[in-house]
């Protein structure tokens, strides 16, 4: 069994920066991120897998980076510029499977309680 637990979220002026963290405890194959604002769906994020590969939603492509610390099974969401259609509940995900890009929310099997990020103009 794998429970992940995400943090980092806040609230920050626009073009301000957070670094959220991801810690899951147990084996993993791939984590990833996704965001969710009131009646909307779930949006793809960043994903990625111990093996190297990486996905970004090309929308966020430049301001948002993952970094990865295998020792401590932890991803970490880097977000920069940050602007006010930002804001929304950030859930972090772990897949246990060896296949697929990750950008797909039914391709995880664990899920974050999520972390609230909020940016005010």
């Known amino acids: 069994q794998v429970h992940v637990t995400e943090s980092g979220g806040g609230l920050v002026q626009a073009g301000g920066s957070l670094r959220l963290s991801c810690a899951a405890s147990?084996?993993?194959?791939?984590m990833g991120w996704f965001r969710q604002t009131p009646g909307k769906e779930r949006e793809f994020v960043v994903a990625?897998?111990?093996?190297?590969?990486?996905y970004y939603a090309d929308s966020l492509k430049g301001r948002f980076t993952i970094s990865r610390d295998s020792a401590k099974n932890t991803v970490y969401l880097q977000m920069n510029s940050l602007k006010p259609e930002d804001t929304a509940v950030y859930y972090c995900?772990?897949?246990?499977?060896?296949?697929?890009?990750?950008?797909?929310?039914?391709?995880?099997?664990?899920w974050g309680q999520g972390t609230q990020v909020t940016v005010s103009s």
């Open positions: 990625t897998r111990w093996s190297g590969t990486t």
């Open positions: 995900a772990a897949g246990t499977r060896p296949y697929g890009s990750g950008t797909r929310d039914y391709e995880y099997d664990y």
């Open positions: 147990g084996r993993t194959v791939s």
